[in-house]
């Protein structure tokens, strides 16, 4: 039988970044069903937390990101541009926000045809893999392509029901918060929550017990 578990994701998130190829990789190594589920970055949920977190924050979240990345042998380099404008030296998060709406909603419409963990995977390697403007040319609509979507349709989708779009994200939140957590990645399996791109192995572990099997 064929198990599942719920992904909750964000395009800002490196952790999230580092976590999504294993993701993948379990689908493929075990009879597994992953059903992602975007939601929106702390920067827009919470848009003060970046003021109120501590100083060495910042700091410590990029020291530990490209640590983990040369540990796990993943390309990762700072995102050009951020999904999310902010000023890093005051750490306010800007009013105008052209990338993380319609990257989100284009997920969520991928989520939609049942490929969210795919689409997820394809842009957040442009995003934080080190593709400079990977908003520019054609990098989403190859990524979309190499995912098996089409990205005019997912832009179409998002920019006619962005209402409806982002009732299901809100959803995905509201999800996640009600498994017990908050941020991401998390993927949760039968109401049990793994936060963190480290803790995929204790739930392959949980799975196993629940009989996960290879395919």
């Known amino acids: 039988m064929t198990l599942k578990a719920d992904v909750f994701w964000s395009f800002r998130s490196p952790y999230s970044y580092l976590a999504t190829r294993r993701y993948v990789a379990l689908t493929q190594e075990f009879d597994l069903k992953i059903n992602q589920r975007f939601v929106y970055p702390l920067a827009i949920r ?3 937390f ?6 060495n924050w910042i700091g410590y979240t990029f020291r530990d990101i490209f640590r983990v990345a040369q540990y796990m042998d993943i390309p990762m380099a700072p995102p050009n541009p951020d999904p999310i404008v902010q000023d890093i030296a005051t750490r306010k998060i800007s ?3 052209p990338h993380i709406f319609l990257l989100t909603r284009m997920g969520q419409a991928a989520a939609r045809r049942g490929k969210g963990l795919e689409f997820a995977d394809q842009v957040s390697q442009l995003i934080w893999g080190g593709v400079a403007g990977w908003n520019e040319g054609d990098h989403l609509e190859q990524a979309a392509k190499r995912a098996g979507l089409d990205l005019s349709e997912l832009r ?3 920019e006619a029901d962005p209402a409806g779009l982002d009732g299901e994200i809100a959803g995905n939140q509201d999800a996640l918060e009600a498994a017990g957590h908050w941020g991401v990645p998390t993927l949760v399996f ?4 793994f ?16 009989g996960l099997k290879e395919r």
């Open 46 to 48: 919470e848009p003060d």
């Open 195 to 210: 936060f963190g791109q480290d803790r995929v192995e204790i739930a392959i572990w949980r799975m196993q017990q629940k």
């Open 50 to 55: 970046f003021e109120k977190s501590h100083p």
């Open 95 to 97: 009013d105008d926000q």
């Open 156 to 158: 179409k989708e998002a």
């Open 190 to 193: 039968e109401g049990e929550p």
